[in-house]
């Protein structure tokens, strides 16, 4: 300290001499623990150094490629999923306009009606089948119950009600 003092640093810029003296030395034994070190030894501790970042980079991509692999194949199920309600909804509506055509007249649809609520349960039938295979995954089962206990009353009024009564159904 009595040097530096000698020299004229003090306050601010006497630490900063100190820090960079220190660190001088640091690198100095650093540099001497490299120099002692056989040329194949300092390749392998750069090879090492250069690894590390590469090794967590490859990491990080891999989870991140299986993240979007796993949300894929969901939105693929989800898809099977909603094409197959779209097939019950389109067979439904055209049930009810068959129904509502026999009810307003057209007694000769009475077995297009009849064929028509097999097609439904058909159809029923594979979204069962899908609902039992994603329920864990999706969790659209209560709702999908719903619906099922609608076209149930639908189906059992069926043939029996009002045009009107059909059309607010």
């Known amino acids: 300290a009595g040097l530096l003092v000698a020299v004229g640093l003090t306050g601010r810029r006497c630490r900063g001499a100190y820090e960079l003296a220190t660190m001088g030395s640091a690198t100095a034994t650093t ?33 991140q490629t299986a993240l979007t692999a796993s949300q894929a194949r969901s939105e693929i199920e989800g898809a099977r999923f909603l094409r197959a309600l779209g097939g019950v909804a389109s067979e439904i509506l055209t049930h009810r306009g068959r129904e509502f055509a026999f009810l307003s007249g057209d007694t000769a649809r009475r077995k297009d009606v009849i064929a028509q609520e097999g097609v439904v349960d058909k159809a029923i039938t594979e979204v069962d089948k899908l609902d039992a295979e994603m329920d864990q995954r999706f969790g659209v089962s209560k709702s999908w ?16 009600q009002t045009p009107e009564a059909n059309d607010q159904a």
Do not use: D, H, T
């Not at 719903?146 to 043939?159: I, P, S, Y």
């Open 31 to 63: 540099s001497s623990i490299l120099a002692r070190l056989p040329l194949w030894q300092k390749r392998a501790f750069l090879v090492a150094a250069m690894a590390v970042p590469a090794v967590v980079l490859s990491c990080l991509y891999f989870a």
């Open 145 to 160: 119950q719903e619906l099922k206990e609608e076209w149930r009353a639908v189906e059992a009024q069926g043939l029996q």
